[in-house]
């Protein structure tokens, strides 16, 4: 498939997804909610991805949310406000647990990540971080309700963080260190070293049995919505289904005898 907004390529079982559209400060439009729904719909069926790398155009921002400049120009808006019961969430395409996609999705921030980019980073199984990268909210700003990205942030950082973010707006701007000190990226590395260091981290993910790292994500993300104890019953299933024809997709005792312990420490 081609795409307009989004650069997309396929190696070593690692799907690399590229937000380019750094003129408008990699920040989402219609289109790009419709090219996201068809990756993510590509990235679920091709067997031969383990796992995706997504990333944003070289520039002053990973993403600053929706286009507003080019919906003001005449471009087809984002979301359709002249019909508030057709109107529906961006995020809903935008990112890969919204659209069924199982598959660890690795984000790689640089610059601003601002308001909707949090529609990518709310669903992010592992957010890395460049030194530069700063993270905030503008919507009340400019006199919109935040509540869609701040309710997804709940989920990944401290309440207390989220409402100071979303009440400060334009304000104050979350350092890549600060991300990292409350839990929202587990490692700030230099700008020039961004994108090589998730593609490692994605390697090792992809070399891993692919049913057993999809089924983990699975059950883990569904509990979210589910109290503990009906969590825990339904997290039952996925190891009694297993991996396909109930065989793991390693050979467990080669591991297990290879007392050569192959590790790093954060």
């Known amino acids: 498939m081609t795409y307009e907004t989004i650069l997309f390529d396929v190696a070593d079982h690692v799907a ?20 996201f729904a068809r990756v993510w719909h590509e990235i679920s069926w091709n067997d031969d991805i383990h796992v995706t790398v997504l990333r944003a155009a070289p520039g ?26 057709h109107c529906f969430d961006p995020g809903d395409q935008l990112g890969p647990k919204s659209m069924q996609c199982w598959k660890p999705m690795i984000c790689a921030v640089h610059g ?44 990944k950082m401290p309440l ?19 991300a ?23 390697l090792q993910i992809a070399a891993k049995p692919p049913a057993a790292i999809q089924g983990s994500i699975k059950a883990i993300w569904s509990s979210l919505d589910m109290p503990r104890s009906v969590a825990l019953a339904n997290a039952l299933k996925y190891p009694q289904i297993g991996n396909p024809v109930g065989v793991p997709q ?17």
């Open 112 to 155: 601003m990540a601002a308001g909707g980019a949090f529609y990518w980073l709310n669903e992010a199984d592992i957010i890395i971080a460049s030194e530069d990268a700063t993270f905030f909210d503008p919507h009340v700003t400019y006199g919109m309700t935040s509540a869609l990205e701040p309710i997804g942030m709940t989920y």
């Open 250 to 266: 390693v050979d467990r005792a080669a591991l297990m005898a290879d007392k050569a312990k192959k590790y790093t420490i954060r």
């Open 180 to 202: 990292k000190s409350i839990g929202l990226v587990s490692e700030v590395v230099p700008l020039d070293r961004l994108w090589d260091r998730a593609h490692e981290m994605a």
């Open 16 to 35: 690399t997804i590229t937000i380019n559209r750094p003129e408008a400060m990699n920040s989402f439009n219609r289109q790009m909610m419709d090219d």
């Open 160 to 178: 207390a963080d989220v409402l100071r973010m979303v009440l400060l707006g334009n304000d104050e701007r979350m350092s890549a260190e600060y």
């Open 60 to 85: 002053r921002a990973f993403c600053t949310g929706v286009d507003v400049k080019g919906a003001v120009a005449g471009d087809r808006p984002a979301v359709d406000l002249d019909n508030i019961w």
